[in-house]
């Protein structure tokens, strides 16, 4: 499960959690929303073997903010363009089993 938190558009924090179930840091080198969405792409191609339509959730800075579901072409635009301010979170969706309308996600 990775996750991406950001402050001010920019990475500050990547963790994922390894194959032991550690959760783990990425290195620095890494930070880049390109680098993000192209790990997202091929994580995603294990989790949702059949297809995918989202590869990412995001979280804004607003009370009550609920993770909202991003798809390939929205998470491109966003690498391409830049993030909006209030984006505080990235996370690879994991659809839900049997179910891939619904989502599993950590706060």
């Not at 550690?22 to 059949?50: A, C, M, W």
């Amino acid at each position: 499960m990775d996750t991406v938190l950001l402050e001010d558009k920019r990475i500050k924090l990547w963790i994922y959690t390894d194959y032991d179930g550690n959760i783990s840091k990425k290195p620095r080198n890494l930070y880049s929303l390109v680098r993000v969405r192209d790990e997202f792409i091929g994580l995603v191609q294990t989790f949702q073997p059949g297809g995918y339509t989202n590869v990412a959730l995001i979280l804004q800075n607003e009370d009550n903010a609920t993770p909202v579901p991003v798809s390939l072409e929205d998470l491109t635009v966003m690498c391409d363009e830049g993030l909006s301010s209030d984006v505080v979170t990235i996370q690879i969706f994991i659809p839900a089993r049997g179910n891939h309308a619904h989502f599993r996600t950590h706060r």
